[in-house]
């Protein structure tokens, strides 16, 4: 049966159809035409341990024999057991506490239940509001998408949600400052305060943040001082500091939790994407015993998924570690992220078009500009986000797009490839996007022409 040629009962966000996936191995994949693509996003930066690694799955296979499926109110398991313990010993001093979920939305969902049942349970009630940042995704559940600032993808449910409060991100780039000053990590991080204060201390409960930003702000990499102090603002005021790891966690930044750039000490940690990296649909939500404890002694966590501490897929990301250990992806993926800047440093200076490269380790992105000297983005009717992944795509290469400026302009493309990746495959990433900028400036020359 060639699917390709009949008629998809599936449906996801338009009707566009795509090849059919053969196999992948490592950093590429095959479609049933025999045609080659290199995954340079990992998918949704999913794919942290490349395709197929045959070490997870003899592990994925060892536990199928065993067993597939048991429901956390009747068993425990040994994989989850494990998993758990070996998310721990990777997490900040006193995150010993251990929630599998599905994935991120379900992970930032449990995040925030956690933290306001704690409130609730040391007498704290008082405290519901979760501050996070515009722009900002967390999500795509309704509680997720509360504490998301995106407009394309939480306008239509506005009426559905209650509002929470945002700040600004520290997108300094745009605004003239430079990231490297401290002043410019204070002056973002202040607006934290500020808001905190004006919303009344006593009634926020946390403040979300992803430590480099994700799609929404295309790898956007705090400024100088700013993840510091927005850590002793929280603590200040008793608000629980909440990262979305879900992108930046199991190594993509160059350490295995982002928050070690900074020596952060979170009261939760969200992880999923890169923490199976594929194999199964796992996350973690990770949290301080000083606030499970309180919970647990007032009844316990009113929370709970069916697939929560599912064994096939705890022990497909406990071996997803163990790959990670064994073959340094960490260390590589630092390695690999300030090789992979500076190539695409050297397109920003060929293409005038690219206005500001930016990210850590193998989270790295560029954004397009009419204008770079201003932060003037490209006509939003271009949908130059869109475009450039298709013609990317047809040269072979997988990247990954969003928009900047809330959703609504500032094309920006990810490029994310998995840990395994050597100069080798950046030396073909590169070629690829140039292929594509050629192809790209040439669709658009018209209409930066009438710019101009």
């Known amino acids: 049966m060639n699917i390709s040629n009949t008629p998809s009962h599936l449906f996801y966000q338009g009707r566009g159809r795509k090849p059919v996936l053969d196999q992948a191995r490592g950093v590429y994949m095959w479609d049933v035409d025999g045609k080659r693509y290199l995954d340079g996003s990992s998918g949704a930066m999913v794919c942290n341990i490349g395709h197929s690694n045959e070490n997870v799955l003899a592990a994925m296979h060892r536990q199928m024999e065993k067993s597939t499926f048991g429901y956390r109110l009747h068993f425990e398991t040994e994989a989850s057991e494990k998993l758990a313990a070996r998310t721990a010993a990777l997490a900040p001093p006193g995150l010993d506490r251990v929630f599998f979920v599905s994935g991120g939305s379900e992970a930032v969902e449990s995040a925030l239940k956690l933290a306001r049942q704690y409130a609730l349970a040391v007498g704290q009630g008082q405290r519901w509001k979760i501050v996070s940042r515009a722009p900002s995704y967390h999500g795509c559940t309704l509680g997720a998408l509360a504490v998301t600032s995106y407009s394309p993808l939480t306008a239509p449910f506005d009426p559905m949600m209650r509002p929470m409060p945002k700040v600004p991100a520290p997108r300094a780039y745009l605004d003239g400052l430079d990231p490297e000053d401290e ?116 009844g316990g966590f009113a929370h709970g998924f069916t697939y929560a501490g599912n064994p096939l897929a ?113 030396d073909e990433i590169g070629e690829m996007l140039a292929r594509a900028l050629d192809r790209f400036m040439v669709e658009i020359r018209p209409a930066l022409s009438r710019i101009a």
């Open 183 to 298: 002043a410019t990590g204070r002056h973002y991080a202040d607006m934290l305060e500020a808001r905190i204060i004006e919303e009344g201390p006593e009634t926020v409960l946390a403040f979300l943040v992803e430590p480099v930003g994700g799609a929404s702000t295309g790898a956007l990499v705090p400024p100088a001082g700013y993840m510091e102090r927005v850590q002793q603002i929280c603590r200040d005021h008793g608000v629980l500091l909440i990262l979305d790891e879900v992108m930046t966690g199991a190594g993509r930044t160059g350490r295995f939790l982002a928050a070690e750039h900074w020596d952060l000490s979170p009261d939760i940690i969200v992880m999923s994407k890169g923490f199976a990296a594929g194999y199964m649909p796992l996350g973690a939500m990770v949290a301080h015993e000083r606030l499970v404890e309180p919970v647990l002694d007032a």
């Open 314 to 426: 705890c022990a497909a990301g406990l071996a997803v570690i163990e790959e990670i250990e064994r073959q340094g992806l960490v260390a590589n993926s630092a390695r690999m992220g300030r090789a992979l800047k500076a190539r695409l440093t050297d397109l920003m200076a060929r293409y005038p078009i690219i206005g500001d490269v930016r990210g850590i380790g193998l989270l790295q992105a560029f954004e397009f500009m009419a204008d770079p000297a201003t932060g003037t983005p490209l006509p939003k009717e271009l949908r130059a986000f869109e475009r450039f992944v298709q013609i990317a795509y047809e040269e072979g290469l997988i990247v990954y797009s969003r928009r900047t400026r809330g959703g609504l302009s500032g094309d920006h493309i990810m490029v994310c490839p998995p840990m395994i990746a050597t100069e080798t495959h950046l």
